[in-house]
Every structure is written in structure tokens, then in C-alpha cells.
């Protein structure tokens, strides 16, 4: 077991109906003026909009708010956000919606609070020392970025995705009601599912990721939401399936399942890539092309391989086979890739009308134009990066 | 799921020699003079008080030190280091040592910040809307209160053990070095391994317990721990297994295994008198002793079954009887048993030397003299309370 810190302040408050609290919340930490921050206005035909302008209302919150971050949210919006929230001084942003409205939401606050733009922070350019909080209603269940430290934004100029990670970026209280989630269509819970379950297998899959607790917890996460991902795809109104999928979006991503690992999220920079580059790409249905690849790129690796039997064993049920470990571990892939296509994702770049001319460029990026090797049992350069892309076509 | 709410904002600094941390953690918070609360004097005898206090002087933290906290922390410590800390205006309290010093520190913590007697929480005559930070090096991994809201204090006036829970009670900070526990005894590592096992168990069987993700969560925490607590047993100084328990000590109790769950700590509850009535009892020991009798008189019930089936199958392994289910939730509860046998502890009262004399006494004070009723899948008063003694004899 590696060093580890671990900080989850976010606030979570979780149940049917928890969405009228949202008022009370915020007044319960003393803010008066809010930025009230959405997206494609989905919110408004299902009444939760309504529903909050009520509860804020009732609770004397004053707010101005800003629609439309779209998915891969765009730099531009949070740009107007940040500026937004200090010509009208607020006091925090509340993100109602996904992980992009919460994305964009973060950026803002950083830029606001810092009086500057937001793209520096992300570009690595300057390093986050204070943020304005940022508290979420959440209405999918995907990201987790309802607790993590981390903010992932588009800049249009050069299609370039880019996050980092901050303690500052963590939101200060999350009111997540799983019924809220009823009416995502089946594709964006599919999206949802696979994101959930790759935040915890980039943890999973990383040199010494080998923690007895950690693993256990990570494996049950990730049965639990293979048997909830199932049910959902026929009972969209499941509510226990639902408060599955929703509780481990945050528990997937706010660090529970690294604990004690020093891990990458390679598998998210190499799609990141793709669904900057390709912007009618989803994240999820990207991450669910890009992980089988990698995995297949990776296993037989001597260090990586007992890490892939273990998958295959404890995650999809799979018998050992002593003699040709390979074939477990092979095997284990196979059950997550075919699951993620059960659920009707993508597994392949074609089925993405993604071919291969622009894979030179994408890792180019990937590696910042070679400045940086990702860290993995091996060490992905610009070459093996492409050969995973092609591995993905 | 029941609705739930999920607050564990302790920032943990986890690994091999992070106690030189603690003068620069306490200095980043801005805090400049504190109290240095801490136990019987071994941590002199183990160089560990040497290096806390080097590491506040370079850090320029100006301290007052109070030690001997007990096992089972007595009240008038509690209101000692309260009356201290208002004496000597300190900011926060740092807790060196394990449960005791933890509990003692929140005590003297919400005295403190409210210029009261502490055990006006302790009783339930008010709730605690304010308290001093508490900050901890951890040294033993059992009550988990490093992380939790919970603060159990034994006033010596009538030996009444009483706890209260209050987000206020969370600290603000731990620093978690598994070796540190190296040095805890054989049996203080087995009550620790019980007490660990037991936050989780009081949250697993609960009415409404069958939460798929927090059980899937809380099944692979117990068999980390059980793995673990046999590793321990034969090697003190297993990096990895002394890391797996002190960890888990705090994801048992800082509410992670228990969400979605309406639970109730009732053998906590039944146990308190005991350790409450007897203080040469451990409480991880009284507990080894009281949930074995508490399943037994609980498992038939046709709510309760169900469960003792699941955590016989996953937890122990035991193949399920279909015709006769409840062979399998006995054969669950005899593991366990037998597991905390293994470890040393002792299952029955008798090897406590405790006979039935007070368990008329015992029963009235967990009943608050007949003024609540445990709530469980049987409701326990003092009848049923005394039953479960009786079973424990």
C-alpha cells in the first residue's frame, strides 16, 4: 500500500425527493447570491428547474443564472460564467445537472474567485489556490464529479480537452435524488455506467495497485453496478438500481477506490483525444472503445497479467486457468467488453465513424506533443498509443 | 436504499512516517497553540512523543500536553483537558494514541468551545452546535473514531458509558502510520480487529439493510479485515495487514458501510454496559462476548434470516442450505465465533469473569431505566436485553 491523502469533504445528501432541500442548503452556509448554472434546458420541461427557483426563493437566496454548457462542456461558457459571477458577485455557483454542468461550473469558479481564465488552471499553466464553492443538484449518474477533485473542459481554440486535479475542486455539498436519473435515455445511461466503472479501473489496473482493501471494495463497487447497469437497461424506473448507479458515481471518482495506489487515468487521456478531437463523441461510449484496446495492449505484460485474472475472477466469475493465465485474463476483457456492448456501447472506432487518419495527431496531443509519457506497466509514448488506437479501430 | 446523508470531511494523511507531518498539517490550518492530549505514557516509552513535539517546535506550534487517558475514557479527564484548553486559550486539540484519546479529545473539545460541562452532550441534555477541532496521530486501528462522529465517555459517577454523535465530533485531520501499531499487543490488536468488524456488522444487520452497493462495500471490508486480522496475529510488523486494519478502523465507522441503512448500534449499546459496569472489560472484548448472543437470539426471525444467509455466504463462504437456511445463518455466526475465538477474544461473559448478578442493573441502564427500546428486527427492552445476557453467559 502506496502514501496516500484522502479529503472528501462534499457534503452528500441522497434520498427521493432531496432536491427541495436545496434552498435550506445553501442558506444553511450563509450564502444570499448564487450563479444558478445548467445545461441544454432539460431541466426546465422536467420542472426541476421550477422546483429549485422555488426552494431558492423560499429561502430569500438571490441568484443569476446561465444555461447551456453543453457535453465535453466548451471553455467559452465557463469563461462567461467566471465572468458572470464576478460582476454580479456571487457567493457560490450551483451546477444542477451532469458532470459537465459541474465541469464548467468548477472552471468558473476558478476563474472567478482568481480574477482570471479560466483556462490557465487547466492548462497547467497556474496552480489552484482558492475557488469559489461550488454545490451540485445532480441529475445523472456518470461522472462523479460531484466529489472529485478533478475538472475536465474543451478549449475550442485547437479542440483541446484538458483536466486537472484540485482539493479546491471539490464540491461543498451534492443533493443527488436517483429518480431524477428515470428519464436519461438509455444510451447516456449506458454512457454513465461505463464511466462509472472505468474511474475505478484506471485505479484498479495500475503498477502496485495490488491493496487488499482497496481491491475488495473496488470489485464490489463494480459488481454492484454491473448487476444495476443490467437492470436499468429494461427498468429505467428502478429506483434501488438507480441509487446503485448514482451512489457509485461518487464513490468511483472521489477516491475511495485508489486508495493506496499510485495511479494514472491513461485509459481517460488517451480517450480524451478522441472526444476532443470528435466532439459528437460521448465520453463514456469513447472510454468503452478505448479500455478494451488498452487492455488488450497491456495484459500479458508479467506485472499486469495476475492483476487481469483477478479481474476476471472476482469481478466477472471467471475459473483460473493455472496453466494459461492469459486465457483468464483475456477472458476478463472480453466479459467487460461484451458487456459494455450489451448495453448497447460502442466498442469499436468504427462504430464511431472515427478512422484512422487523425490517430497521428491525437497522440501527438496525448503525449503533449512529446513531452510526457504516460505512466503504465509499459510506458505509453506516441507509438503506443497508436498502436492502441489501432488496436481500437 | 433509505435516504441518507454522507459527511466524512477528515482530511487522512496515510502511510510510513507521516507523524513528522503533524507540526506543518496543524500549521497550515493557521493554528498556533494547542493541546496535546495523549494516554498512558507509552508513546515516551516509544520515541513517538519526541518526535510530535520536535515537529511542533520546528513548526512553531506552541502546546500545553495533558496524558493519561484510560481505556474507556473517564469523564473528569475530559473536563480536566476542557477547563485546560479555555485556561490556556488553545485552538485545537491534537489527540495522540487510539479511540480513548480520541473520545477523551472530543469531550474536552465540545466542553471547551461552549464553556460547559461536557457531559451535557454525553447525556443528551443539549446538542452540540459548536466544538473545537480535533486533530489525530492514530496509533491504534479499532474504534475508528479518528474519522467518525461519534464520542463515548464513561462518567464515573454512577459508571454510566454514554455516547453521542454530532458532525462537530468528526476531526478535522488524521495522520495514519500503520506501523505504529506494530507495538499493540496481541489482544489489543484483537479487540481492535473486533471493534473494526463490528461498526460494520452493527450497520449490516439492520431492518432495511439489503442495500446492494454499501453491502457488496461492506462484505469486502469484513473479508479484508478477517484476512488481515490472521495475518497479524503471527506477524506483528506485516506493513500490509497492520495498513489494511487501520484503515479499515476508519472506513467501518465513518458512515461509508452504513449507507442507505436506518441502523442502530445495538450491541454497541448492549455492550456499553458492560464495559460501562466492569472497566477491566475492553469494549472490542465485550463485544466479541455480546454479538454472538445478540445473533443468536435474533437470526430466526423471518426479516433477520435473509441476512445471516447472505453474510454466512459471502463473508464466510458457507455454501447456502435451501432447506434449511437457517443451519446456514448459525453456521455464519459460529465462524465469526469461532474467528474472534482465534484471535483470543472471548466469546462468553464467563471468561470475563462476569456472572449474572448485574444483569438486572445492566438491562435497566441500557433501557434508560425503561425509557427506550432498542430498536432491532425484535425490539429489545429490558426482557429481551437480559435474554441476550443470559445468552452470553
Not at 207 to 211: A, E, K, L, Q, T
Given at each position: 500500500m502506496e502514501q496516500f491523502s484522502f479529503y472528501t469533504p462534499t457534503k452528500v445528501i441522497f434520498g427521493k425527493g432531496v432536491q427541495s432541500q436545496v434552498g435550506a442548503v445553501i442558506k444553511s452556509y450563509g450564502f444570499k447570491k448564487i450563479l444558478f448554472h445548467y445545461g441544454s434546458g432539460s431541466i426546465k420541461k422536467s420542472g426541476l428547474y421550477d422546483q429549485i427557483v422555488a426552494s431558492l426563493r423560499e429561502n430569500g437566496i438571490e441568484f443569476v443564472e446561465l444555461g447551456g454548457v453543453q457535453p465535453n462542456p466548451k471553455l467559452s461558457l465557463s469563461r462567461k460564467a467566471a465572468q458572470l459571477c464576478i460582476d454580479e458577485k456571487v457567493e457560490m455557483i450551483l451546477a444542477v445537472g451532469g458532470g459537465s454542468v459541474l465541469d464548467s461550473s468548477k472552471s468558473a469558479a476558478a476563474g472567478a474567485a482568481n480574477h482570471c481564465d479560466p483556462w490557465e488552471f487547466s492548462s497547467g499553466a497556474r496552480v489552484l489556490e482558492k475557488s469559489l464553492p461550488v454545490g451540485a443538484v445532480l441529475t445523472i449518474a456518470a461522472a462523479g464529479s460531484e466529489m472529485s477533485d478533478s475538472c475536465v473542459i474543451t478549449n475550442e481554440e485547437g479542440w483541446l480537452k484538458r483536466g486537472f486535479n484540485s482539493d479546491h475542486n471539490r464540491p461543498l455539498f451534492a443533493i443527488m435524488n436517483p429518480e431524477l436519473t428515470y428519464t436519461v435515455s438509455k444510451y447516456q445511461t449506458a454512457c454513465g455506467v461505463t464511466d462509472i466503472m472505468m474511474h475505478t479501473l484506471e485505479r484498479y489496473f495500475c503498477?502496485?495497485?495490488?491493496?487488499a482493501l482497496t481491491d475488495h471494495l473496488a470489485e464490489g463497487l463494480l459488481r454492484s453496478v454491473i448487476e444495476a447497469g443490467k437492470v436499468v437497461m429494461d427498468k429505467p424506473d428502478d429506483y434501488e438500481a438507480r441509487a446503485t448507479l448514482m451512489w457509485a458515481s461518487s464513490l468511483s471518482h472521489n477516491g475511495l477506490t485508489g486508495c493506496g495506489r499510485n495511479f494514472m487515468m491513461r485509459c481517460h487521456q488517451i480517450e480524451h483525444e478522441l472526444s476532443g478531437m470528435y466532439d459528437r463523441v460521448a465520453h463514456g461510449a469513447g472510454l468503452a472503445v478505448i479500455f478494451p484496446a488498452w487492455a488488450k495492449y497491456i495484459y500479458k505484460n508479467e506485472k499486469a497479467l495476475p492483476r487481469f485474472c483477478q479481474f476476471a475472477q472476482r469481478v466477472w466469475g471467471i475459473e483460473m486457468d493455472f496453466e494459461h493465465p492469459e486465457r483468464t485474463a483475456l477472458a476478463g476483457i472480453e466479459a467487460c467488453e461484451n458487456f459494455f456492448k450489451s448495453l448497447g456501447m460502442p466498442v469499436r472506432l468504427s462504430e464511431l465513424d472515427v478512422d484512422d487518419t487523425k490517430f497521428d495527431e491525437m497522440a501527438e496531443k496525448c503525449t503533449f506533443f512529446g513531452k510526457r509519457v504516460l505512466k503504465d506497466y509499459i510506458p505509453l509514448g506516441k507509438t503506443e498509443i497508436i498502436e492502441i488506437y489501432n488496436l481500437a479501430k
Open positions: 503498477m502496485n495497485g495490488d491493496v
